[in-house]
């Protein structure tokens, strides 16, 4: 799928609502052994699973929230400890990790355009579909997220079920003109 979501913050600021579905890879592992193991498992997996963070609403950089999200790589995906950012310290928390590690197929960030990540993700099944197979694209996460803009868009930028749609009766008019 292009974006398959879930979000999740034990915060209450800033709101986290990228969407996202997170296998959470050990601190431990380095970037570098997270993205090698992820060019493997492309080559036996029917599944692709990527993220796309939204940039802050208006009214949430009018509160001052600020993005603790930061992609890497297009695969990897960093969560900053929110408290690094509101400067308290907890001395129960010194020794620990604050980041959180994340990987994925594709890995969107925030000035991320509509056609990048559908030429990412979901043009690569429009041959497929039109040879008669079944495929399925779904967004999943929090309300705010970002799902309907992803899927839908408007009229001046259209989301990603839109420009497959039209990918896909294009498709269809090709072949029957041959």
Do not use: W
Not at 48 to 59: D, T
Not at 106 to 123: G, N, P, V
Not at 153 to 175: F, S, V, W, Y
């Amino acid at each position: 799928t292009e974006d398959v979501y879930s979000s999740g913050n034990q915060y209450e600021k800033p709101t986290m609502k990228s969407h996202v579905m997170l296998a959470q890879i050990s601190n431990e592992h380095k970037s570098s052994q997270m993205l090698a193991s992820i060019e493997a498992s492309k080559k036996q997996s029917t599944l692709l699973v990527a993220i796309r963070c939204r940039p802050l609403l208006k009214h949430e950089i009018k509160q001052n929230d600020y993005e603790i999200i930061r992609v890497m790589d297009k695969k990897l995906v960093i969560l900053l400890d929110p408290i690094d950012f509101d400067g308290t310290e907890d001395v129960l928390r010194i020794n620990r990790s604050k980041e959180k590690h994340y990987a994925f197929d594709y890995a969107f960030d925030q000035a991320s355009k509509q056609e990048e990540i559908l030429e990412c993700t979901t043009r690569k099944l429009l041959p497929d579909i039109v040879n008669g197979y079944n495929a399925s694209c779904f967004a999943y996460g929090a309300t705010g997220a970002g799902k309907t803009y992803k899927m839908l868009g408007t009229i001046e930028n259209p989301g990603n079920m839109t420009r497959t749609l039209r990918g896909i009766l294009d498709a269809i008019k090709e072949n029957s003109a041959e």
